[in-house]
């Protein structure tokens, strides 16, 4: 092949890349039509979840193997009494209100879980919204994937919080190993039919929007 045909061919594929990212841009477009107008409703159904679960995030002091050792020292103290404690919960709003007025203790409890483990890092322990990227789960009820979004959430933090997190869902009670149907029963439906998809594709697009959306309002995101 002559130099002059190389050039004609690589001429002709460069003509062609506006055409290709046109073509791309409008794919991206379908699949975010699709996403929260087309299939309007499993948008409406992530935000649903999102409005109707609570989650626990624990922030461990550093990335070092004791300081995540200690993370989890402290999760499974945690779990264990939030089980306790919201088990006979009327709702999310009622758990929530259960767990506020024990948050001294809850804390109490996290450090005397480093305090037995030779720890003395201060806790800190408080209720509110956060920032959650997509999260899936394996729990006795099968593979379960949390949508991407500002949640309520149970957040304890170890010292300075600088490693990675830990993040699960108190309400309904998906930490616990022995989550089951009984669990899930707490969300309707529509919300059921969200946390069982399988289909990732959507839970990226609702990602990058929620993503968005967060950064744009400065929100601080779980995301380590």
């Not at 062609?16 to 073509?23: C, D, F, R, W």
């Not at 993370?71 to 089980?83: C, M, N, S």
């Not at 933090?157 to 490693?163: M, V, Y």
Request: aromatic share 8%; hydrophobic share 45%; charged share 20%.
């Amino acid at each position: 092949m002559s130099v002059k045909s190389v050039k004609r061919y690589i001429a002709r594929f460069v003509s062609l890349l506006p055409l290709a990212a046109g073509l791309l841009a409008a794919l991206a477009f379908c699949l975010v039509c699709r996403t929260f107008i087309g299939e309007g409703s499993f948008y409406a159904g992530c935000r649903a979840v999102c409005a109707d679960t609570l989650r626990l995030h624990i922030r461990a002091a550093s990335d070092t193997a004791e300081d995540q050792a200690l993370k989890l020292l402290v999760r499974d103290a945690l779990v264990e009494e939030t089980a306790a404690l919201t088990e006979n919960a009327a709702g999310k709003s009622d758990a929530e209100t259960i767990l506020r007025e024990n948050l001294p203790a809850l804390a109490h409890t996290a450090r005397e879980a480093l305090r037995q483990a030779g720890c003395g890092d201060p806790v800190s322990v408080r209720l509110g919204q956060a920032w959650f990227n997509t999260r899936r789960y394996g729990t006795a009820a099968g593979e379960l994937t949390l949508p991407a979004g500002r949640y309520d959430a149970l957040t304890v933090t170890i010292g300075e919080g600088e490693g990675h997190n830990w993040w699960c869902v108190l309400y309904p009670s998906l930490c616990l190993p022995a989550a089951s149907e009984g669990s899930l029963s707490l969300y309707t439906d529509a919300e059921q039919a969200v946390v069982r998809e399988g289909y990732t594709v959507r839970f990226w697009l609702v990602e990058a929007f929620s993503r968005l959306a967060a950064w744009l309002a400065g929100e601080e995101m779980a995301v380590r």
